[in-house]
């Protein structure tokens, strides 16, 4: 079934269209719809077993549909998406165990990096990474889920961009595109996304006042959020 996906229920920041959230000046458009399609997805907008039309996004969207289509076989080629012919595409259903191993790696390889970077961060990139943590914060005071996925992607992957290795940025960027994270409407409905949120701006705390080990664990509990949480699941 083909069906009109709509920004409503608490996705947008009045429950408009979808939105080309802060990218216009840095992208193409055919790259800030798949951004925005790639935060949608992490965030369980688009949901498996549903059809979802090119025409029908790209009036969501406000534009035409070419660069919505582009944007699909972009998806398509990074394997988070499935063409079905003359239709549309469908999302990749994604097991509890492949989520699992998902956060495990998540694990390995972002904390030690953040870690590191302990008494390391200059002023500027602890002011940058302020700014981009009060963007989350934002965005979830605003109950926009898919500026809150955009916004913790660009916080997330700017941090471990300090440590240098572009090639592990790459990799933690595309396990955050393979996330599903049904359990976020539930917390703007709730009043708990703004609370999870602010774990951003605590991290930036933690890291000037170079405290690794609330370090360490403030990034566990926050990774950990991926199997609680953000996917509907009760935490420890």
């Known amino acids: 079934m083909t069906v009109d996906w709509q920004a409503g229920g608490g996705v947008g920041a009045a ?72 239709k549309g595409f469908r999302i990749k259903s994604l097991s509890d165990r492949e989520l699992d191993e998902i956060t495990e790696i998540r694990e390995l390889l972002e904390i030690p990096v953040v870690a590191d970077q302990v008494g390391r961060l200059g002023e500027e ?55 599903r994270l049904y359990g976020l409407d539930g917390l703007v409905k709730s009043g708990q996304l703004v609370s999870s949120a602010d774990e951003h701006v605590q991290l930036v705390d933690l890291l000037e006042a170079k405290d690794r080990p609330a370090v360490v664990a403030l990034m566990r509990r926050h990774l950990q959020h991926v199997r609680g949480i953000w996917a509907a699941r009760p935490e420890q």
Do not use: M, W
């Open 125 to 179: 990139q602890l002011r940058e990474l302020r700014t981009l943590a009060e963007a989350v914060v934002t965005a979830a005071s605003r109950s926009d889920i898919v500026a809150y996925i955009e916004a913790d992607s660009a916080f997330h992957l700017t941090l471990l961009g300090a440590g240098g290795n572009l090639r592990l940025v790459s990799t933690v960027a595309d396990l955050r595109n393979r996330t």
């Open 15 to 86: 429950g408009s269209g979808l939105a080309l959230v802060a990218l216009q000046g840095r992208l193409s458009l055919r790259e800030e719809v798949a951004q925005a399609l790639r935060a949608a997805i992490v965030a369980g907008q688009i949901r498996p077993g549903i059809i979802y039309s090119a025409p029908t996004l790209a009036v969501q969207f406000g534009v035409s549909p070419t660069p919505v289509r582009e944007a699909i076989l972009d998806l398509a080629k990074e394997g988070l998406i499935t063409i079905v012919k003359n």
